[in-house]
């Protein structure tokens, strides 16, 4: 690498090797990272000096960014060359991230399970696949709305939702113990609905027994 600190070059190393895990290969991890803790946007010309690497791989490895909307494009007064750079906020390189790993992994497996749960089962066999094929359907679809809603809200709103952490948790645990000690929970509507089968069983099944 050329005309970097060694802490540069770690980093742009080491996100190039961690890039493959995420779903980008080696030369696209390190044109990001370069990118990323530059101070200044870049050209094409200077990634490729920065690197190493030939100018073809750098073109396709900033596309491939594009469309991951990793980094935007630029222009700088009097200069036809067009410069590079990642958003400015990690929070919106966090959410475009998630944003395009749901694109390729999740929804085709979400389409895949809707054709799935439209076909008629032949066998109990299938039927209980096709049970299990909802069930995780189900999770996939309600994780997705989780999303749509963490994609909405904005950087700080997020950060803090976070930085919540357990008492997240506490807060909810502390909701469902009230709901439960004014008869709102799910156990305590179950027992009430035992109790009133108990009662019209006891009384031969009418209610307006003396």
Do not use: C
């Amino acid at each position: 690498m050329n005309n970097l600190t060694p802490l540069a070059q770690k980093f742009i190393l080491h996100f190039g090797e961690m890039g493959s895990r995420w779903g980008i290969n080696r030369t696209v991890g390190q044109i990001y990272a370069l990118l990323y803790v530059s101070a200044r946007p870049l050209n094409a010309d200077e990634i490729a000096e920065h690197l190493a690497f030939s100018r073809s791989n750098v073109s396709m490895g900033l596309k491939e960014l594009q469309s991951w909307r990793l980094v935007k494009l630029l222009h700088q007064p009097n200069d036809r060359r067009e410069y590079f750079e990642p958003p400015k906020d990690v929070w919106d390189i966090f959410k475009a991230l998630l944003e395009e790993r749901r694109r390729r992994e999740v929804e085709p497996t979400l389409s895949m399970l809707r054709e799935s749960l439209l076909e008629n089962p032949a066998t109990d066999s299938d039927r209980y696949a096709q049970q299990r094929m909802r069930e995780m359907y189900e999770l996939i679809e309600l994780s997705s709305s989780w999303f749509d809603d963490v994609q909405r809200l904005s950087p700080d709103t997020l950060a803090s939702l976070m930085k919540m952490g357990s008492t997240v948790k506490k807060l909810l645990d502390v909701g469902d113990s009230v709901r439960g000690k004014l008869g709102f929970g799910r156990g305590a509507e179950a027992q009430a609905q035992a109790d009133d089968a108990a009662s019209r069983s006891a009384g031969g099944g009418g209610g307006d027994h003396p």
